[in-house]
């Protein structure tokens, strides 16, 4: 158990939609990542946040939003769903959010859309 | 686009034998990472090697890290069939950067008992 949660563990729903993934870091991590995978595009960096501020951000569509609050926990959201936008979705944490931080990973949410 | 790329993609070996996996990568780093992900879960890290740094063990494991080459290998001594997994390396981007990592595609490791 790497200390970091992600609700909910599974998903489905229909494109067009609307959907809220939710992620409770290591107790102490200030960082938050988040990740996409599947079969053909592998895992792909979408976004991190520091302590409540976007840090870095990688392969994420205009239709994902994400945001830290103050408590820490991190949503990710994904609106106007497509087909193709289904994937495991990960969260990780790490203490700092620097690059030589291990990073701690969620269980992750599986997302089908229909 | 994908920093790390390993190889083979998928490997599959009797138990108690080596398993040596790698890793290439295309620009300036200041870590690599190796990870492990059983099937379907999250991933688990196993070692850091930093970028002025060639050889690192940890447990069974021994990692290699040549940056004129731009490549790593992880070598799992005397595997067991827990050992099966997938295995991707990850790169921290360029220096000054330092915060996001890349992830390879993975190497798919099948111990058999």
């Known amino acids: 158990d790497s200390g970091v949660t992600q609700t909910p563990k599974h998903l489905i729903t229909a494109t067009g939609q609307r959907v809220t993934l939710r992620c409770s870091p290591r107790s102490g991590d200030l960082s938050v990542y988040w990740y996409q995978q599947s079969l053909d595009q592998g895992l792909q960096f979408l976004i991190q946040?520091?302590?409540?501020?976007?840090?870095a951000k990688g392969n994420i569509l205009e239709r994902f939003s994400a945001q830290q609050f103050p408590d820490l926990h991190s949503e990710l959201n994904l609106s106007s769903l497509e087909l193709g936008d289904s994937a495991l979705y990960f969260c990780a944490s790490s203490v700092r959010g620097e690059g030589y931080n291990e990073q701690f990973f969620g269980p992750g949410t599986r997302l089908t859309v229909l | 686009s994908q920093q790390g790329e390993e190889d083979p993609q998928a490997l599959s070996i009797q138990e108690g034998e080596n398993a040596t996996m790698n890793c290439s990568y295309k620009?300036?780093?200041?870590?690599l990472q190796w990870y492990r992900q059983n099937s379907g879960r999250g991933l688990v890290h196993l070692i850091l090697?930093?970028?002025?740094?060639r050889e690192k063990h940890s447990g069974r494991l021994r990692v290699t890290l040549d940056t004129s080459k731009k490549s790593s290998s992880l070598l799992i001594t005397a595997s067991r069939a827990a050992d099966t997994a997938s295995y991707f390396c990850a790169t921290d981007g360029n220096p000054g950067a330092n915060s996001k990592l890349t992830f390879g595609k993975g190497i798919t490791l099948s111990v058999r008992p």
């Open positions: 090697i930093r970028s002025n740094e």
């Open positions: 946040y520091y302590n409540g501020e976007e840090r």
């Open positions: 620009t300036s780093i200041n870590n």
